[in-house]
């Protein structure tokens, strides 16, 4: 027996403020404000707490730690025994316990004191006490693997909302999207090895999948150790903690065994449990699988199902709360599935059912769950007393003669209400589902309760949907939902679209584009800038999103963050894309926005306290701004790395080519800046896919057309920013792309102008130098109007060509180095000569050069943008150095002083000039990439000087400082760190460093000669070195071996890796360089140095005098007709289909898809033969029971003939038993049933409820059939409840005596009070009146202010449902209907607006309520005129046996929409209260609205032929 800890004197504090104790009362109304005021707190915590959702069972620090230790008894309790009263029981080793099952030193010190004020008996109420809890932390489980679990030890009555805030903002659990509630038998029972495997795998999958919570029993037996071993299962194959499942097992504390281990007041952390169930007798073990425990306390010991009302209000309280995820805003869904079980199995089911909870009952695993299996398909009347007892046999063979006759009418009760209640019913059947598919029943029954809940109009639909969303679940949604039941429009889908976004599911994402969703109906203004701002907060495009916002703050001088605009991510955008591309969002007005024009879906989805209906409450007739949708949709998808996502939005772009090398270019972007490895790799990764499919889609176009591929790659796309797919590959750095055969044919076209690109060099040579050859047919040209040999255009062409304006520059560079050089060396005089002032003028056309290239600005980006993309050029940068120096020599030079200074840093200019020759060698596909070699071969050698300087500085000090003492000169210092010290590696070794061959007259002894170095540490009396020679030897050793062999060598490598990785890509690197050199000299005036003067003297005139802008060439950048273009786009797009498919049919070709596809195929053909097998052994079974009743029928007719034989004659032919078999007698039986079914009368339903509305009183079970009070029912003893109405002036005695009673005059008018039946004069018995509809299970009257009759209007308004244009809406041909309905205070539920008629009154109360007091009169006149559609008994859940509600029901219809009565109607229609709601609501048969005010509704429809 378990030993519980003691304390002598704790008082127990107030629950804490977080966690008020209002609203747990079952009676409290659901809709109280405290049932919501933990939602802050739930999102909070899915914010913050869930991203470190359970990373261990330890607190994350000790923050955490000491805040759980003060939080917890602050709030929580436990309960303790303080007053010992021996019982007549003992315990399991004979000891003598108190009344709570506890020991006497297990109670409190002063429990066994004698009593002064507590009396004799024990009382659970008085004499047991709430006190701060003392077990609760960390369970770890000793000797199972380290498994580690949370805890918690709480009173009975404990707030569901204290446990709730305890795990999502303690514990760290992210609210679940679902919550699966396992019942069952409690005990280890067997279950089939295939059942039991489907369970598991079909529980797990759905947990897993939807993000699920399991809430079990929490104890090692029976259906929570299934449900343990199930997850421990997929644990152990997962191996992963993100996969991790909730467990939570809700188990009494007084019946957990070893549970003083548990008890640490100040929290264990971790507590050891030992897991003994060989020696927990009646007690039992927690399971170790579980992750969560919430153990019950209510101060007994020993008694099991303690936790059963906690568990129910937990689960209830869970289930109304509002989980937010990814868009979607729902309330959290619950199912119940149960496995076997006894009779606290269909208590559970029953108050499940009651709830409005869906149940899933496992068949197959026994008692309860295959007794409620095998007459769930059976209608109601057919589920008898006799048919439960044949059940409970079978089933309950070893427990069957404890079921008594009282308990076999309350199970047929129970089972009769759940059975009615067959949308909330699922039967899981092995062979109905299949192998693993637990996991789809358990979601069909939710949707299937969604379906047939109570919901206003389409709003069902989208709760399904919702459910689906949440739980990632699209197999589903296609299953049950997008189905031909319900026609989606896709303008409903909007709101789910952009969840489906937002939470990354991209499988939704191609359900809703399946679906007909228009992303240009769908991409607005207010959309992108919602989906922006819901971007996930790790995502390195919303940190430099912030960055934008926070800039723009620090600009304005504002204190609050701005919102996020689309002219924010265009600036991020701008960045990413690279400067050849203009702002994609242009910055909007203020006086004009772009609106939307997309009609109102009613469904309501929060996200972060904004919501997702209001995107789309917006004026009609305003235009979306966008271009581009897709391309939108795409931006935010690669911005954030959901490749699945981006992958489907962009198989849906038109300009696929250019999309695909932008995402291409804002990745790589991204990755340069994104500090994680892995995301980094990934990034990469999908920019080189978006790269392949650019090349896919322009591979598929050249091979079609040549031409019109290539007028893609210059297509100015207004969508990406008016740039080219060309500039966005060169941004990129997409050498594949720009390598590509059909972007190098291009090129090569360019290349050389309009002359054919089979013309020899050696030919345009010649023609060079010596031009009259163009007159003759030495070059020929594509364009045929340039053919004719006279022609002068020839001339023009041939010297605008970029490859003869390549020849004729770099002619003109050589003449200018050649003419430089020979001024340096030869005629450099004091003044001038004519050939250095053509150098002065040869340079100045360079100059000018390089400004026009600086000012150059064709596409408008500014004198900034075109200055930095200037000196991004690392030749741009050696001819500004060339230049400057230059400048700087002949400054130096044109003053006499400074002459020779001057011709050096000319020569030095020159220097640079000849190094500027290495650009003209990119052009050489052999030369070009060893430039590439030797610029990287730079950066080796810059970063390897570091590692050098170490050695040659540490070594210089060291020798410097044995050597030579204190020299002072600071030439001859750096002389001996440095560079003695550099030339030592190349083997110039100081002769005087080992003292062998020192000469003194090589040295000043005093350094006072300064073409000398100091002597080193020399004897005075023979001048021979004294320093050490052994040291100075064993260091040159070692820099010697540590720079000549490691670090030399390890600068070879670094060398040679460079070039063998340039050198795979030399093809690549050529092809991709030459374009800069190509789209140079395509863009260059054609005459060279320093003839160009006279291009630029043009240009200046143009630009300057006559206003003309630059333009560039039309080759390289092409704007095309908005015909041409979409002509264009269009075929692209239908290549890009082909290229997909392509992709798609060599997927599937794939070897490893093959063997996956075999491999499925192999397991649908073992699963449909193991099916066989399962139905065939079925059938088997089958066969055997009847072969079994047969022969037990022929068992009887043998032993009836034997008695007869032994009485000496036969017997009546009425006592012959039947012989045939009794499977076919119950078929004959059934068949009656079925005919006899319709004239059975309709018994009340609602009036037999067992729990009665508004109290704690339960009903007797009164099954259908001993409803009539003409059946005899012998065990009928229902309980007396009349309820006390302080508010109401006229009411039936609360305890009536007879007395009391003979004063009530019934079946007539008894004062004010109408005590007149509709159905006639009814029976009273003993004083009080009896139900005309039969028993109820409970006497008195209730809640209803009068015995007998109490009668109420209920008034039905209605008016056609019209369109905008005043057309009635018409559905499966028939008109539809709106009805006036009500919600009144503390009610969930809507009701037509009538009630209880007070004594004397015409008009009930409620009416009055809505209407105004001068409406009265007129809406009684209406009632006159209006039609009677009910009078008589109305089902009510308040009716007893001796009171009942009977109404009058009267439709009062407008038939036209300018009934000046329904006008006056509608204006004198008020609140007296302001949670009272009154709303026009459309009329169909999932209105939410009382059961008996529904069969009303559908008595209107019928009448006025609406649509139903």
């Known amino acids: 027996m378990a030993v519980r800890g003691r304390r002598s004197k704790v008082l127990p504090s107030e629950l804490n403020k977080v966690c008020p104790e209002r609203g747990d009362d079952p009676a409290t109304h659901s809709r109280t404000m405290s049932d919501f005021e933990v939602v802050p707190n739930l999102q909070q915590s899915s914010s913050s707490v869930s991203r470190s959702r359970r990373k261990a069972h330890f607190p994350g620090g000790s923050n955490e730690k000491e805040n759980l230790i003060s939080w917890i008894p602050e709030n929580i309790r436990k309960k303790e025994c303080t007053y010992f009263v021996e019982s007549s029981q003992t315990s399991d080793s004979g000891r003598v316990v108190c009344e709570c099952g506890y020991l006497r030193e297990q109670h409190l010190e002063d429990a066994s004191k004698p009593p002064i004020f507590l009396g004799k008996e024990w009382d659970a109420s008085r004499h047991i006490q709430e006190m701060p809890t003392d077990a609760f932390g960390d369970i770890h489980f000793t000797g199972l693997g380290q498994k580690m679990g949370k805890y918690v030890r709480v009173s009975s009555d404990t707030p569901p909302r204290v446990i709730f805030h305890l795990m999502t903002q303690h514990w760290g659990l992210d ?53 343990g071993e199930a997850v421990r299962d997929f644990m152990l194959s997962c191996g992963h903690k993100d996969s991790e499942i909730v467990t939570i097992g809700i188990a ?18 971790p507590a050891e449990y030992v897991l003994d169930e060989e020696n927990q007798g009646s007690l039992s073990c927690l399971d170790s699988n579980h992750s969560h425990f919430i153990l019950v306390d209510d101060g ?46 269909l208590d559970t089911i029953y108050n499940a059912i009651t709830n409005g909870t869906p149940c899933v009952i496992v068949e197959g695993s026994g008692r309860v769950a295959d007794v409620i299996a095998q007459v769930a398909s059976l209608p109601v009347p057919k589920i008898t007393i006799a048919l439960i007892q044949k059940k409970l046999s079978v089933y309950f063979h070893d427990t069957y003669e404890h079921f ?70 699209v197999d589903i949604a296609r299953s049950e939902i997008f189905t031909d039941d319900h026609e989606w429009k896709p303008t409903d889908l909007h709101p789910v679209m952009a969840a489906a976004l937002i939470s990354n599911k991209p499988e939704f994402v191609k359900l809703f584009l399946e679906q007909g969703v228009r992303l240009k109906e769908f991409v607005t203004w207010d959309t992108l800038v919602y989906l922006y701002d819901n971007m996930a907060p790790s995502c390195l495009f919303h940190s430099k999103l912030q960055k934008v916002l926070l800039e723009e703050r620090e600009h304005t001088a504002g204190s609050k963050m701005p919102r996020v605009q689309l002219h924010h991510v265009s600036q991020v955008l701008r960045e990413l894309l690279g400067s050849s591309t203009q702002h994609l969002y242009p910055k909007p007005k203020h006086t004009e926005r772009p609106r939307l024009s997309i009609p109102v879906p009613h469904i309501k989805l929060n996200v972060q306290g904004s919501s997702l209906r209001s995107l789309y409450k917006r004026s009609a007739g305003r235009a979306a701004f966008t271009t581009d949708p897709v391309r939108d949709l795409l931006i935010w998808a690669v911005v954030q790395n959901r490749q699945e996502l981006a992958e489907i939005i962009w198989a849906q772009s038109q300009d696929s080519m250019a999309a695909a090398l932008a995402c291409s270019k804002i990745l790589k972007e991204l990755a340069k800046e994104e500090e994680d490895t892995d995301t980094t790799d990934a990034m990469l990764a999908l920019a080189e896919q978006y790269e392949q499919k650019a090349i896919g889609v322009f591979t598929d176009c050249y091979r079609k057309d040549e031409e019109r591929a290539q007028k893609l790659l210059t297509r100015v796309s207004e969508a990406w920013g008016k740039t080219t797919c060309l500039q966005l590959a060169l941004e990129a750095k997409n050498m594949n792309f720009v390598s590509h055969g059909g972007v190098q044919a291009f090129l090569t076209k360019v290349w050389w102008g309009k002359m054919c690109v089979d013309n020899g060099l050696l030919r345009v040579i010649a023609c060079v130098l010596f031009f009259p050859l163009l007159f003759t047919s030495l070059i020929t040209f594509r364009d045929k109007r340039l053919q004719p040999m006279g022609c002068l255009t020839r001339l023009r062409a041939f010297f605008t060509a970029p490859v003869v304006i390549f020849l004729m520059n770099i002619l003109s560079y050589f003449t200018f180095l050649l003419l ?42 500014g004198v900034v943008k075109m200055a930095s993309l200037y000196f991004k050029d690392f030749w741009n940068k050696l001819d500004v150095c060339a230049i400057l120096v230059f400048i700087t020599g002949l400054t130096c030079r044109l003053i006499p002083s400074t002459l020779y200074p001057g011709r050096i840093i000319l020569s030095l200019a020159f220097t640079i000039f000849c190094l500027r020759l290495m650009h003209i060698f990119t ?11 030797v610029k990287r071969m730079l950066k080796d050698v810059f970063f390897f000087l570091f590692l050098l300087a170490v050695w040659v500085v540490s070594f210089g000090v060291a020798k410097q400082a044995i050597l030579i003492h204190n020299e002072e000169r600071v030439e001859w210092l750096f002389r001996g760190v440095v560079y003695h010290s550099y030339l030592t590696i190349f083997g110039q070794i100081p002769s005087y460093i080992d003292g062998v061959n020192f000469n003194i007259d090589q040295c000043s002894p005093n350094g006072t000669d300064p073409y000398k170095p100091k002597c080193p540490e020399t004897n005075e009396d023979n001048k021979k070195p004294i320093f050490p020679e052994w040291l100075t030897v064993i260091l040159l050793c070692l820099y010697l071996l540590f720079t000549n062999i490691l670090l030399l060598n390890l600068l070879i490598a670094m060398f040679n890796y460079t070039f063998q990785q340039v050198q795979e890509h030399t093809d690549q690197i050529w092809k991709f360089q030459r374009h800069d050199l190509i789209e140079e000299y395509h863009g260059r005036p054609p005459a060279p140095p320093p003839l160009i003067l006279l291009n630029h003297l043009q240009l200046l005139l143009r630009r300057g005098l006559l206003r003309r802008p630059a333009t560039r060439h039309k080759q390289l950048k092409e704007k095309l007709e908005k015909n041409e273009e979409a002509a264009l786009l269009s075929w692209e797009m239908y290549l890009k289909e082909s290229y997909l498919q392509h992709q798609q049919c060599q997927e599937e070709q794939n070897a490893e898809k093959k063997i996956q596809g075999i491999a499925q195929r192999i397991d649908v053909l073992a699963e449909l033969l193991d099916l066989e097998r399962v139905k065939r052994t079925g059938l088997l079974e089958q066969r055997l029971v009847s072969l079994e009743e047969q022969v037990h029928q022929n068992a009887q007719a043998l032993r009836w003939i034997m008695l007869a034989l032994q009485g000496s004659g036969f017997s009546s032919g009425e006592d012959m038993p039947p012989v045939g ?32 509305p508004g109290s704690h009183t339960l009903r007797f079970p009164v099954p259908d059939e001993k409803v009539p009070w003409e059946v005899d029912f012998p065990l009928y003893a229902p309980p007396t409840y009349s309820a006390d109405h302080k508010d109401m002036a006229v009411q039936d005695p609360f305890s009536p005596s007879l007395e009391s009673l003979l004063k009530i005059n019934y079946n007539t008018m008894d004062g004010l009070i109408d005590r007149q039946s509709f159905h006639g004069l009814y029976a009273v018995q003993d004083g009080l009146p009896l139900n005309p509809m039969g028993r109820t299970g409970l006497q008195g009257r209730g809640r209803l202010h009068c015995f007998g009759p109490n009668h109420a209007l209920h008034p039905v308004v209605t008016r056609w449902r019209r369109n905008l244009d005043g057309s009635i809406i018409r559905k499966s041909l028939k008109k539809m209907l709106e009805v006036l309905v009500a919600q009144y205070p503390l009610s969930d539920v809507w009701a037509l607006p009538g009630g209880s008629l007070e004594p004397g009154e015409t008009l009930p109360l409620k009416l009055k309520w809505i209407l105004r007091r001068e409406f009265w009169p007129q809406f009684q006149n209406l009632l006159k005129q209006g039609t009677e559609i009910h009078k008589g008994y109305l089902d009510d859940p308040r009716n007893t046996d001796n009171a009942w509600v009977e109404t009058v029901a009267v439709s009062v219809h407008f038939d036209s929409q300018n009934d000046v009565e329904m006008k006056r109607l509608n204006s004198f229609l008020q609140g007296c209260d302001p949670e009272l709601c009154i709303r026009w609501q459309v009329l169909d048969k999932r209105i939410p609205l009382h059961t008996n005010h529904k069969e009303l509704l559908h008595k209107v429809s019928t009448l006025l032929g609406a649509y139903y």
């Open 252 to 269: 009494t504390w007084g019946t957990v065994y070893n549970r003083d281990s548990l008890i640490c007041p100040m929290g264990g952390f």
């Open 175 to 227: 609210p679940p999207n679902l919550l699966i509630s396992v019942t069952g038998g409690a005990k280890n029972f067997i279950m089939k090895p295939r059942l039991k495997n489907i369970f598991r795998q079909g529980l797990v999958k759905v947990a897993q999948t939807t993000g699920a919570w399991i809430i079990t029993g929490g104890s090692h037996a029976g259906v929570m150790k299934q449900v």
């Open 404 to 473: 008594t006759e009282g308990k076999l009418v309350e199970w047929t009760k129970k089972i009769q209400d759940i059975v009615r209640n067959r949308q909330l019913l699922t039967i899981f059947r092995e062979g109905k589902y299949g192998q693993q598919d637990v996991d789809v029943a358990i979601l069909q029954a939710l949707l299937k309760a969604s379906q047939n809940q109570d919901h206003f109009g389409r709003e069902n639909w989208d709760h399904q949907l919702k459910l689906a969303v949440a739980w990632n679940r």
């Open 1221 to 1252: 078999s009794s499977k076919a007698l119950e078929m004959k039986e059934l068949d009656l049933e079925e005919k006899l079914e319709e004239s059975q009368p309709s018994y009340h339903v609602l009036a037999r409820n067992l729990l009665y």
């Open 923 to 933: 052009v050489s596909r052999t030369l070009g990439p060893k430039i590439i070699i």
């Open 820 to 861: 430089f050089a020979y001024v340096l060396m030869v005629d450099f005089q004091s003044s001038p000569s004519w050939r250095e002032y053509l150098i002065y003028f040869w340079l100045f056309s360079l100059v000018c050069e390089e400004i026009r290239q600086l000012l150059y600005d064709p596409d408008g980006l």
């Open 300 to 345: 007994t010991h020993g008694r099991y199902g303690v936790e059963i009302p906690l568990r129910t209000r937990l689960e209830k309280f869970i289930s109304e709360q509002t989980k937010v995820k990814g868009g979607v805003a729902i309330k959290i869904p619950i199912v119940c599935v149960v496995l076997e079980g006894g009779p606290g199995t």
